[in-house]
C-alpha cells in the first residue's frame, strides 16, 4: 500500500468519524475526497486537488469552532452557565404558555392542528433544556462540564487535526501527480536520437534570416589595383557616402 492511499484511508476514517459530531457536510467531503484520492493513482490530479482544498477549509473552519468550545466549556463558571440556561428555560415556557393559548382559542381545525405540533416540538425541547439546567446547576455541574470540554478538545486533537493533516499530505500527493504530467505533456513530444544531426537547406527560406550589407555613410578611401606592369598606384578621390 503506497503512501497516498494510506493517507487517502486515514481521511475517509476521520470523516466517518466528524460525523458524530453532527457536521455531515464535512464528512460528506471527505469520504468523498477519500474514496477519489484512494482510487486516482495518478489520475485526474486537478478533481483531488480542488477536494482535498475544499476539505482542508472545511475542517478548519470545524476545528476553529471546536477549539474554543472546548475551551469555553472547561475554564467557564457553572453559575454562569446556569443563569444563561435558566433565561432560556423561562423564554422558553412562554413560547409553550403562548401557544397552549393559541390552541384553546377559537381557530380552525387545520391551525389548531399545527399550533399543537408545534407545542409538542416546543415541548420536547423545553424538557431537554430543563433537564441539562438540571444538571449543570446540580452539585455535579462543575465536573459535567469539565468532562464536556475534555470530550470536545479530545475530539479537536485526535479527530479533527488529524484529518487536516491527511488532507494536506493527499494535497501534495496530487500536486506532485499533477506537476508530474504536466512535466509529461510538455516534454513527451521531444526524443533524442542518436546519429548524425540533421542537415539544414542551404538556400533561404522563408523563416531563415538573410544577411544585409549595411551601407555606413563617411567612408574613407578605396585603394585601386596596381597593374601588372610594376606601376605605383594611384589613390583613388575620396568621397562621401549619403
Given at each position: 500500500?503506497?503512501?497516498?492511499?494510506?493517507?487517502?484511508?486515514?481521511?475517509?476514517?476521520?470523516?466517518?468519524?466528524?460525523?458524530?459530531?453532527?457536521?455531515?457536510?464535512?464528512?460528506?467531503?471527505?469520504?468523498?475526497?477519500?474514496?477519489?484520492?484512494?482510487?486516482?493513482?495518478?489520475?485526474?490530479?486537478?478533481?483531488?486537488?480542488?477536494?482535498?482544498?475544499?476539505?482542508?477549509?472545511?475542517?478548519?473552519?470545524?476545528?476553529?469552532?471546536?477549539?474554543?468550545?472546548?475551551?469555553?466549556l472547561?475554564?467557564?463558571?457553572?453559575?454562569?452557565?446556569?443563569?444563561?440556561?435558566?433565561?432560556?428555560?423561562?423564554?422558553?415556557?412562554?413560547?409553550?404558555?403562548?401557544?397552549?393559548?393559541?390552541?384553546q382559542?377559537?381557530?380552525?381545525?387545520g391551525?389548531?392542528?399545527?399550533?399543537?405540533?408545534?407545542g409538542?416540538?416546543?415541548?420536547?425541547?423545553?424538557h431537554?433544556?430543563?433537564?441539562?439546567?438540571?444538571?449543570?446547576?446540580?452539585e455535579?455541574?462543575?465536573?459535567?462540564?469539565?468532562?464536556?470540554?475534555?470530550?470536545?478538545?479530545?475530539?479537536?486533537?485526535?479527530?479533527?487535526?488529524?484529518?487536516?493533516?491527511?488532507?494536506?499530505?493527499l494535497?501534495?500527493?496530487?500536486?506532485?501527480?499533477?506537476?508530474?504530467?504536466?512535466?509529461?505533456?510538455?516534454?513527451?513530444a521531444?526524443?533524442?536520437?542518436a546519429?548524425?544531426?540533421?542537415?539544414?537547406?542551404?538556400?533561404?527560406?522563408p523563416?531563415?534570416?538573410?544577411?544585409?550589407?549595411?551601407?555606413?555613410?563617411n567612408?574613407?578611401?578605396?585603394?585601386?589595383?596596381?597593374?601588372?606592369?610594376?606601376?605605383?598606384?594611384?589613390a583613388?578621390?575620396?568621397?562621401?557616402?549619403?
Amino acid at each position: 500500500m503506497t503512501p497516498t492511499e494510506k493517507h487517502a484511508i486515514g481521511v475517509m476514517a476521520l470523516s466517518a468519524l466528524v460525523l458524530l459530531s453532527g457536521n455531515v457536510f464535512l464528512s460528506g467531503v471527505g469520504l468523498i475526497t477519500g474514496s477519489l484520492g484512494f482510487s486516482f493513482a495518478g489520475r485526474s490530479p486537478d478533481l483531488i486537488i480542488i477536494l482535498c482544498f475544499l476539505t482542508a477549509t472545511l475542517t478548519l473552519l470545524h476545528l476553529f469552532t471546536a477549539l474554543p468550545l472546548g475551551i469555553l466549556l472547561v475554564s467557564v463558571d457553572p453559575a454562569t452557565v446556569c443563569h444563561h440556561l435558566s433565561g432560556l428555560v423561562s423564554k422558553l415556557e412562554q413560547t409553550w404558555a403562548s401557544v397552549e393559548e393559541a390552541d384553546q382559542g377559537s381557530l380552525a381545525g387545520g391551525a389548531r392542528d399545527s399550533y399543537t405540533g408545534k407545542g409538542m416540538y416546543s415541548s420536547i425541547g423545553s424538557h431537554q433544556i430543563e433537564e441539562l439546567h438540571d444538571r449543570v446547576c446540580g452539585e455535579h455541574g462543575r465536573s459535567l462540564l469539565l468532562a464536556a470540554g475534555t470530550l470536545v478538545l479530545l475530539f479537536s486533537f485526535f479527530v479533527i487535526f488529524p484529518l487536516l493533516l491527511y488532507t494536506m499530505r493527499l494535497l501534495a500527493a496530487a500536486r506532485r501527480a499533477a506537476a508530474a504530467a504536466l512535466n509529461s505533456a510538455a516534454f513527451g513530444a521531444f526524443s533524442i536520437v542518436a546519429g548524425e544531426p540533421p542537415a539544414y537547406p542551404a538556400r533561404a527560406g522563408p523563416h531563415i534570416p538573410v544577411a544585409r550589407p549595411i551601407v555606413q555613410p563617411n567612408l574613407v578611401t578605396v585603394a585601386a589595383v596596381a597593374p601588372a606592369t610594376g606601376a605605383r598606384p594611384a589613390a583613388a578621390p575620396t568621397k562621401e557616402m549619403h
